[in-house]
């Protein structure tokens, strides 16, 4: 199973590892995908979506589930 968002502010190289850096820390053994042209964030390996969607919002960004 997997947890998706999509987060419209994450526009580059550097946001992509903020993002993966902050969900990897929430979610310790979490696989994150990134799919930038889409700004679409895919989790899987963790079923702590809401804890997910607060590490990347206090990174900054503003994730939508999808
Ligand atoms: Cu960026």
Not at 24 to 37: I, K, M, R, S, Y
Not at 52 to 62: H, K, S
């Amino acid at each position: 199973m997997s947890i998706e968002f999509q987060v419209p502010d994450m526009t580059c190289g550097h946001c992509v590892k903020t993002i993966t850096g902050a969900v990897t820390h929430a979610a310790p053994g979490a696989t994150v995908t990134v799919d930038l042209p889409t700004h679409r964030v895919t989790v899987s390996g963790t079923d702590q979506a809401e804890k997910v969607e607060a590490a990347i919002r206090d990174a900054g960004y503003e994730p939508a589930r999808v």
